[in-house]
């Protein structure tokens, strides 16, 4: 293969990548919630969850711990929303301008162990986490 195919090639994945619409999950978590969220996925015990006109919910338990049973439903290309159970919006702190103060998704990956992970909450209680986490107490 030439250079020039090549260059061809990979410039065709990036236009077809990049113009996937992929699916809109909407993650709801109890009123007030502050803390660390993980979704577990590839759970043969877990929740079904199913894409419904192009949009997935998931109800974070008082827990902060969801078990899915789908493997990939999270990591497929997809758009994110985050709100309280009473409809209030969650901002996101890389994306919107946020006081220390405000409750905002601060974090969040996937790690090797099979879940995705985020942190909510405001400046401080990221932080403490941040720390537990550095420190290999979490």
Same mark, same amino acid.
């Not at 090549?6 to 990548?17: A, T, Y």
């Not at 990956?109 to 400046?123: A, I, P, R, T």
């Given at each position: 293969m030439s250079i020039r195919q090549? #260059?061809?090639?990979?410039? *065709?994945?990036?236009?077809?990548?990049?113009n996937k619409a992929g699916h809109h999950v909407r993650v709801t978590l109890p009123v007030g919630f502050q803390g660390e969220i993980k979704i577990y996925h590839d759970d043969p015990l877990g929740e079904e969850i199913l894409i419904i006109q192009n949009q997935v919910s998931l109800q974070i338990p008082d827990s902060g711990v969801l078990r899915i049973k789908n493997k990939y439903l999270l990591y497929e290309w997809h758009s994110k929303s985050m709100s309280f159970a009473d409809g209030e919006a969650i901002p996101d702190a890389s994306l919107d301008t946020v006081s220390d103060l405000t409750i905002a998704k601060r974090a969040g990956?996937?790690?090797?162990?099979?879940?995705?992970?985020?942190?909510?909450?405001?400046?401080t209680h990221f932080n403490s986490w #941040?720390?537990? *986490?550095?420190?290999?107490?979490?």
């Open positions: 090549l #260059k061809f090639f990979v410039l *065709i994945l990036v236009v077809c990548g990049c990956g996937s790690d090797s162990k099979g879940y995705v992970f985020y942190f909510v909450g405001d400046l #941040k720390r537990k *986490i550095e420190s290999g107490l979490e």
